[in-house]
């Protein structure tokens, strides 16, 4: 690969890193915060590799001096010296993939294979996870503050889930024993590569298709046999219904 190969690559992937902070795209990779760090980087690199063919096109005449008079050891050394290996132009692939194919968001293949990993129930809130309205409407919940909560009633502390409808968001994940499926969402700390599932075990309710993006409404479902800190969280589904993939997938 030439040097000016070299600067055209640096520009490409920061033409790549614009174009998924543009689309939005970003955030299946990493947490939205970054977005003014990958801007940046993406700067960074434009500026490089256009500093380092504006070198390459001025250098050019001086170093022929306008004529063909040059040796043909210094024309071996002019075309050879500044060249690396040929190897580097696999970085283009995945300028190419970014482009032509974005990776998706992670999903159930993922968080199926993940379970070693289940992520643990996040920290309550410094007040602790207060009363939920009781007015029969569903209330809106994070699967974190749900897992939170249910960790809690599991636990003997505050029963705050026990009858209350909720709503929870996420994508379809199969269970391999059978018993019900899951609503998961991942939680991502920096980056895709760190992500966690947060599972909720669904009972009472068909399995719409692996990875489809749902809204569930139901009940917590306490464990069989009483209070058992299981890791197990489970809710009596009412009702499930399609939705399209939220702009920020992980949670």
């Known amino acids: 690969m030439t040097k000016a190969g070299q600067n055209l690559l640096l520009i490409a992937i920061a033409a790549a ?17 970054f977005r003014p760090f990958l801007i940046a980087a993406a700067t960074a690199l434009l500026v490089l590799g256009a500093s380092g063919l504006r070198r390459e096109w001025r250098a050019t005449p001086s170093e022929t001096g306008g004529h063909g008079s040059r040796t043909g050891h210094d024309h071996g050394t002019h075309d050879h010296g500044g060249r690396g290996p040929r190897v580097a132009w696999l970085m283009c692939l995945p300028v190419v993939a970014i482009f032509v ?8 293949f993922t968080a199926s294979r993940d379970t070693g990993r289940q992520a643990q129930p996040p920290p309550a809130p410094a007040s602790g996870y207060g009363e939920l ?39 379809v994940t199969p269970r391999g024993d059978g018993g019900g499926w899951q609503v998961t969402r991942l939680k991502m700390a920096c980056c ?5 599932p947060f599972s909720v075990v669904v009972h009472g309710l068909k399995r719409p298709s692996a990875d489809a993006w749902v809204r569930v409404v139901g009940v917590w479902r306490p464990p069989a046999g009483g209070r058992v800190v299981s890791g197990l969280h489970e809710l009596q589904g009412h009702s499930v219904e399609l939705i399209e993939k939220p702009s920020n997938p992980y949670e």
Do not use: C, H, K
């Not at 409407?137 to 029963?159: H, N």
């Open 101 to 108: 194919v974005a990776p998706p968001a992670l999903g159930s």
């Open 17 to 33: 890193v614009f174009w998924i902070t543009a689309t939005g795209e970003y955030v299946n990779y990493v947490r939205p915060g």
């Open 192 to 196: 895709a590569g760190d992500a966690v």
């Open 133 to 171: 309205p009781r007015t029969g409407r569903p209330v809106p919940m994070t699967m974190g503050e749900f897992i939170g909560r249910s960790f809690e009633a599991q636990t003997g502390q505050a029963m705050t889930l026990q009858g209350v409808p909720v709503q929870l968001t996420g994508f």
